[in-house]
């Protein structure tokens, strides 16, 4: 029967996770794939919480239906449960290496091995190889159900080697928590399986995904509080990745956009104004790129755009869109201040081997020259 320690654990992870994922709902990174995996992660802990629950809840009571129920949501569990492991490969492997490229190879090797498990899971019924419920709806693990535990463990082990061979790439409080996202989920998943009866495996990640979110998730450590697109701090990481899988076919662009005359508009109409228009020109760049292109507050009024784009001609049409929202928006506004900018752009050449700060200077040389050009 279900032990009240068992729904007491699962019931607070699930409550922690629902409030993580509403706070981090409205997140401005919801584009980027670090993000969609994080909250897939969390989406995927709290149904396996779910199901696992439920299980517990019809196992044991008298009735074809509670017997219907308890298989169903234990099926259900057995087939969904490496999905969780299989997006924190796909999670880690993404905040060590920040490429997209990876993660598709990683889903082509992945994928297969979830329709096998997911396969034998509902041959189970029939041979009860990873678990089965007997005639008093007691459920009951199967001849096998090491071979699947352990399945499990190499999948939510096997991030841990990239992690510790690629230690360098990211910073070490990233570092310490995507190693340490392991050990609750480890420590809780060997007490269910020492002790039969309890549950805390899902209850361990739901900790394990505290950690992660508090550590490389949380907001205020990626965005710039005033107008709340990225910060500097998380650029230079950002672009960094960006360069580092970059090339030939497959570069990147990046448009730096310089605020004219701010200090003028602070020194006429105060900070809270040259605040409005530093917020009005992230909302004209966020309106002519896509979601998913990376904006960052680069200076105290320069801003930096990362864009998927490797050729000049589709480049110049991003430009020629922000003028347009540019202008419009100084024809449409009725605040005391139009506004102008200088822009800086061009793509990412791989063959010139330019390092971060290197690619910096180049386009922050544009920039002045097309200011200078203008005057």
């Not at 969780?84 to 598709?104: G, K, R, T």
């Not at 230690?167 to 990233?174: T, V």
């Not at 480890?186 to 990640?205: D, E, H, K, P």
């Not at 490389?216 to 701090?233: A, C, E, M, S």
């Amino acid at each position: 029967m279900v032990t009240l320690k068992t729904l007491d654990s699962s019931i607070l992870a699930l409550i922690v996770l629902i409030l993580i994922y509403l706070n981090a709902y409205n997140r401005l990174e919801k584009g980027f794939t670090n993000y969609r995996l994080f909250m897939a992660l969390v989406q995927a802990n709290m149904a396996l919480l779910i199901l696992d629950i439920l299980a517990w809840i019809f196992n044991g009571l008298p009735g074809s239906l509670y017997t219907l129920l308890n298989t169903g949501f234990n099926l259900l569990l057995y087939i969904t449960l490496p999905i969780a492991p299989i997006i924190w490969i796909l999670y880690a492997n993404f905040q060590v290496f920040n490429d997209e490229s990876q993660i598709d190879k990683l889903k082509r090797f992945l994928f297969p091995l979830f329709l096998i498990i997911a396969a034998v899971s509902l041959i189970s019924l029939y041979t009860g190889w990873f678990f089965s419920v007997d005639d008093q709806n007691i459920y009951h693990r199967g001849s096998y159900f090491l071979f699947y535990v352990l399945f499990c463990f190499a999948l939510l082990m096997y991030p841990l080697s990239f992690i510790f061979a690629n230690r360098h790439l990211i910073r070490k409080s990233e570092y310490y928590s995507l190693v340490l996202f392991i050990i609750p989920i480890m420590l809780g998943a060997t007490a269910q399986i020492c002790y039969y009866g309890v549950s805390f495996i899902w209850s361990g990640m739901a900790l394990s995904l505290v950690v992660l979110y508090f550590y490389i998730q949380d907001r205020g450590l990626n965005t710039d509080y005033l107008t709340g697109v990225y910060n500097r701090r998380y650029l230079d990481r950002y672009i960094k990745g960006k360069i580092r899988n970059s090339r030939e076919g497959k570069t990147f662009s990046a448009i730096l956009i310089d605020l004219d005359k701010f200090k003028q508009i602070n020194d006429t109409w105060g900070h809270d104004v040259g605040d409005e228009a530093l917020q009005d020109t992230v909302r004209i760049l966020k309106e002519c790129v896509r979601n998913s292109d990376f904006i960052a507050r680069y200076g105290g009024d320069e801003f930096l755009i990362i864009i998927d784009i490797s050729t000049r001609y589709m480049l110049e049409q991003t430009i020629e869109r922000i003028k347009a929202c540019l202008e419009r928006f100084n024809k449409d506004s009725q605040k005391p201040y139009k506004l102008s900018f200088g822009i800086g752009y061009d793509v990412y050449d791989d063959k010139t081997k330019m390092k971060t700060d290197d690619f910096f200077r180049h386009i922050d040389t544009l920039m002045y020259h097309n200011k200078n050009t203008r005057c």
